[in-house]
């Protein structure tokens, strides 16, 4: 149960928001099993903002962004005077990101990083990390064993 | 006492290099007062004067203390500067004293850039939302670094996240030009390079995710080298563009840039993307001059990239390219011109993948576990009052476009078509590597420029990165070092030249540009500001 409900905080986090305890303990952080959790949880990444475009990447079909929608999405805050300066300068830069509508990139493979030697990965075992105190002291609203959020369940 | 750590051809002799009133532009390889001596690694000046006796790391450390204390209110280069300075040196000292083996960084004074873990030391990004945050851990680059003897002086200010070219986005200050105060260090390493370029410490940290150490090397005229992808672990490096983050290397020559990257190189458990492929002894390729042959390059092939010395380019900055490429041919290299039919293209591709990547990493910035935090009555204001407060200008437009181009019915116009465009731009960089042993281009399209400049204009300024971004697409290595100067400020701005090797071969980008560095007559790279420093 901790377990899920610290992946839940972590899960919450900008992107995308969920229901979550408002109080968590810590004591869970290394669990193995939150990784699999956490992906499921990725895999909601991706929002829609505006009506999507047709799939033949016309740059004239695509929607300029909404910039109020798109904080919402993000979870960040903007005053209207931010909202109208980034809506100025985001429509310049997805104009010129336009450019690469007119690319020919058929049958090329995408690359999502440069090259690499694979095997990597260290054993999926759970560690302890010693200075955990200063975790702790780095927490804002911190109780007992508790990460403090404001209250969202029972609510009215 | 700091004579014994300058290189010879520092304060004392600047005098001789002034170019003030020039109206031409001034060429370091042109140049003919030749009497000022190459340059010498900073790192092993210091460990042989330990070795020798000849001074303490205690002395050491409070000559660049008294520096720091001298320039930083002008410069402010640093967020934090260590307290622990002088002890970490006496450590150094007693080990002397001891007999003890000693690190190959040992007394080594470093800068890192605050977006790398430090263990108990202020780690803020430069972002108010990581104000007062001191990490549980240090970083790996940081770790070995401490391990090896090497002293961490402080935390160099940078572009919050290092979203910027300049350093003007730092939430807490803006790092001056050493070699012209009214102007940008570059960034987003700005703090890293000029705090090199002033001699407030010997080495430094940066990190590269677009050109953020090799243009502000260049417009700071220091040596700034961007690893391979996958040479250092980015463990404790604050993540912006994963696929695209490296840590690099500042020094004031190209043997300190290359000894702090053997230092910090190599596999690393807690990065899946670090490399286990060996790392080599750079150091053997820093002969002295008295070892090099007539042609100590004979027969190293060179492409000059032809797409950088197009429309855009500022003539200074072309000429001292073209002079650099004819140093290196005096040197014995063979020079071809290639054509990077994509180079165009990666500006975009990169600034999308950078922005998308950033609105994921930075999701985990949400005022709950680390962090300033606006408390809220819910949940999800508490999220977005932190980050709408927390969070610079750049960095949230960085995320929010980031937002959009991953949004459902953008994602594959935007992302995955920037992805292809990698996909191209790493084909091209393969097959002009395929015919030439290193390519070289300018490091940015113009020297330093002045405060403010470009600061409202996105635009400009990301066009500013033209010459750096294919390199992270493609996960190269590359090195910029000072190659010449072009009239402005007091005594002229350095230009650096960046040259790109072959993934994992930094080796040979080493051995070519020290020899390139240790030829090159005439001028010294020390900024004038340092003239009325002792």
Known sequence: ?156 | MLSTLQPPRSLSLLPLRRFRNSKTIVSAASSTTSVISPPQSQILTTRRSLLSGETTAVEIAKSYLSRIRLTEPQLKCFLHVSENVLKDAQEIDQRIAKGEELGPLAGVLIGVKDNICTQGMPSTAASRILEHYRPPFDATAVRKIKELGGIVVGKTNMDEFGMGSTTEASAFQVTVNPWDLSRVPGGSSGGSAAAVAARQCMVSLGSDTGGSVRQPASFCGVVGLKPTYGRVSRFGLMAYASSLDVIGCFGSTVADAGMLLHAISGYDRFDSTSSKQDVPEFQSQFLSMDHFESKPLNGVKVGIIRETLEDGVDSGVRSATQEAASHLEALGCVLTEVSLPSFSLGLPAYYVIASSESSSNLSRYDGVRYGNQVMAEELNKLYECSRGEGFGGEVKMRILMGTYALSAGYYDAYYKRAQQVRTLIRKDFKAALEQNDILISPAAPSAAYKIGEKKDDPLAMYAGDIMTVNVNLAGLPAMVLPCGLVEGGPSGLPVGLQMIGAAFDEEKLLKVGHIFEQTLKGSSFVPPLLANVP
């Not at chain 1, 610290?6 to 869970?28: D, E, G, T």
């Not at chain 1, 075992?125 to 702790?136: G, L, M, Q, V």
């Open chain 1, 1 to 156: 149960m901790a377990t899920r409900a610290l992946l839940a905080v972590i899960s919450a986090s900008p992107n995308r928001c969920f229901i979550s305890p408002s109080r968590i303990k810590i004591q869970s952080l290394t669990s193995s099993s939150s990784s699999h959790y956490y992906q499921r949880r990725q895999s909601r990444k991706i929002h829609r903002i505006a009506p999507s475009y047709s799939s033949d990447s016309d740059s004239s079909v695509l929607q300029p962004p909404d910039v109020s929608r798109l904080a919402q999405t993000a979870r960040i805050s903007l005053t209207p005077d931010e909202i109208e300066e980034c809506e100025t300068k985001i429509r310049r830069v997805i104009d010129w990101f336009g450019q690469l509508q007119q690319v020919d990139v058929n049958s090329v493979e995408p690359a999502i990083r440069a090259e690499m030697d694979g095997g990597n990965l260290r054993e999926d075992a759970p560690e302890t990390f010693e200075n955990r105190d200063s975790i702790r002291a780095s927490i804002p609203s911190f109780e007992e064993a508790y990460l403090k959020v404001p209250k969202i369940l029972n609510k009215e």
